[in-house]
């Protein structure tokens, strides 16, 4: 691996730094519910240091650097991740590796999931995967990095050893990852005393230790499934939060009042701060959080005080919250009589069904309508199975009835972009099947577009309010409802039912020519079974449920605290543009 030497490991746990002037690549990762980390992008990699540089001790908004992560707010000083919609708090890391290796150059190795999307590999991963390639070794093991994986080159495909499933992989060109040379400064460690290695006494640094135990108790008992029943979850919840306040160490003697757990007395339950009727007593010492709302005008950043609020109530400590403003999600009451039909949109609801794909007569003969055959190729890679176009397809095995030749390259017609026949054979057959070919490289979509979106409804109409940004023009009400149901062949698990949870979802858009050009063509990819799918949840990670499908919609009404509202003065062309990317344009809305 590329790590090097104690540094490095120091580096893991959050608490050391390279030495002095050696160059290392920065990589920041967040750690998930199975507590593995995962790496940001590079791009968002590249904010995050050059907010460090100018605050070790501030905050930063990832949403600046990737529009997807607008909820997510990076806490330096407390090296955690805080998601202001949900009050989520993960920690996050500052790691170092090599220049040479794959981050250092650029470059993601990433698998396919079930929704034929890319998901990049853990860091270490990519790694261990990029030194194999580059030292052109046919297959990599990963039972010794713990993941029961084979990895075979020459098809760019991963197998699980134990069900025998394959997934396509591919190694991807991308921003390098950032560099820094010497130390980092001290604020980005867990505060520890200058010279006894203990932890510094100060109220700041108390502070900062009280969140990171918080942060591990609850990590800790969210690995445990709790005992049913109130008293169980009471007891505990005493261990894993005495554990936490143990780490942070005890405040000054007299700092308890008679409403709380002297040290060593039984804990309450996480959650005093939401029965009515208890408020806990601020021993003196213990600074106080106030947060007046989340527009940045309170005494101190909402993100901030509202993540490590949250995460000294769950250590134990005690913190002063008011009362937060809640995201406005839904319009006042609407009477029918003020319900009206969009103006030049034909119709209120829209209907799928579970339609039956029409299969083409096999998967060449679709690849061949969109293809040039190519009879010089050029002396380069092919993006599908990364051997060169003059040689053969890494998918020769999977030859069609008709016998391709493994050698045989063409060109997309509109886009230009080349490969092996018998890649895009493969890959059309590992897709929806649906006569469509998208192009790998730059995602031009060839022929019709269909979805996997599950059976269901979509109403919409006009009602008499304003969006924030748009004072002028009314609300156009988009309704979505899609009930549980039982997956279909094209569906991650055949057979196995799915969950359709928060149906039905209401979202909004701008009464205006811009907002119905984009609700005509929202419907065009309803009807195309392109607005949702079944797959595995980003928020919850639950999977086999019903999730949004790559084209972003504004589900917060009157606000936007959560990054899904207006006023938002891009969104309209963003989603346009993410409508494009599915094969939906203006071209569609032409009789």
């Not at 030497?5 to 580096?11: E, I, N, P």
């Not at 009477?335 to 299969?359: A, E, F, M, Y």
């Amino acid at each position: 691996m590329a790590r090097q030497g104690s540094g490095a490991l120091l580096a893991s746990a959050g608490l050391g730094f390279p030495p002095q002037n050696v160059a290392r690549v920065v990589v920041w990762e967040w750690l998930n519910e199975h507590g593995r980390w995962r790496p940001y992008s590079a791009a968002v990699c590249h904010h995050i240091e050059n907010a460090l540089k100018e605050d070790a001790r501030g905050s930063v908004l990832l949403g600046q650097a990737d529009v997807q992560l607008a909820p997510y707010v990076i806490d330096l000083q407390a090296m955690h991740q805080f998601r202001q919609d949900t009050g989520t708090a993960r920690p996050v890391r500052r790691s170092f590796y090599d220049p040479s290796s794959a981050p250092g150059k650029g470059i993601v190795w990433e698998w396919e999931t079930d929704g034929s999307s890319w998901t990049p590999y853990d860091m270490d991963i990519c790694i261990t995967i990029q030194n194999a390639y580059e030292k052109q070794h046919p297959w990599l093991d990963l039972s010794s990095l713990g993941f029961g994986y084979l990895i075979s080159f020459s098809s760019m495909a991963q197998t699980n050893r134990q069900t025998q499933r394959r997934r396509r992989l591919r190694r991807r060109m991308d921003l390098a990852y950032p560099l820094t040379a010497g130390s980092i400064p001290k604020s980005q460690s867990w505060p520890v005393g200058a010279s006894t290695g203990q932890p510094c006494s100060c109220q700041q640094c108390l502070l900062v230790n009280s969140t990171r135990a918080a942060s591990n108790a609850i990590l800790a008992s969210q690995r445990r499934k709790p005992p049913a029943g109130p008293a169980a979850g009471a007891r505990r919840a005493g261990p894993a939060v005495g554990a936490a306040r143990a780490e942070a160490g005890r405040p000054p003697a007299g700092a308890f009042s008679r409403s709380q757990s002297a040290p060593g007395a039984p804990l309450p339950a996480l959650n005093n701060l939401n029965r009515p009727g208890r408020r806990a007593a601020v021993p003196a010492g213990v600074p106080a959080l106030p947060v007046k709302n989340l527009n940045g005008t309170g005494p101190v950043h909402p993100a901030l005080a509202g993540m490590t609020g949250i995460l000294m109530c769950a250590a134990g400590l005690p913190v002063c919250l008011t009362r937060a403003p809640k995201p406005i999600l839904h319009p006042p009451p609407v009477s029918k009589s003020d319900i009206k039909p969009v103006p030049g949109v034909n119709g209120v609801c829209r209907k799928t069904k579970k339609k039956h794909l029409k299969k083409s007569k096999n998967p060449e003969d679709v690849v061949r309508r969109y293809i040039q055959k190519v009879k010089n190729p050029p002396d380069e890679d092919c993006t599908i199975c990364m051997e060169r176009l003059v040689a053969a397809s890494g998918y020769e095995g999977a030859l069609s009835p008709r016998g391709v030749k493994a050698e045989l390259v063409g060109r997309l017609g509109s886009c230009g972009h080349m490969y092996h026949l018998l890649c895009l054979v493969a890959m059309y057959s590992n897709g929806n099947k649906d006569g469509s070919l998208q192009c790998p490289t730059c995602k031009a979509i060839y022929g019709e577009k269909t979805g996997t979106q599950p059976p269901g409804k979509m109403e919409f109409h006009l009602i008499p309010h304003s969006l924030p940004g748009y004072p002028d023009s009314k609300t156009i009400r988009i309704v979505y409802d899609i009930p549980t149901g039982i997956q279909g062949p094209e569906h991650p698990n055949p057979g196995r039912k799915f969950t359709a949870r928060g149906f039905p979802r209401h979202c909004y858009l701008p009464d205006n020519e811009k907002g119905r050009k984009v609700l005509k063509l929202l419907i065009v990819a309803w009807d195309r079974r392109l607005v949702f799918t079944v797959g595995t949840s980003n928020t919850t990670g639950e999977s086999d449920t019903v999730v949004w499908n790559e084209i972003h919609h504004k589900t917060e009404f009157g606000s936007n605290l959560t990054g899904h509202g207006y006023p938002d003065p891009n969104y309209l062309d963003n989603v346009l543009a993410e409508l494009l990317a599915q094969g939906v344009s203006e071209a569609n809305l032409k009789d």
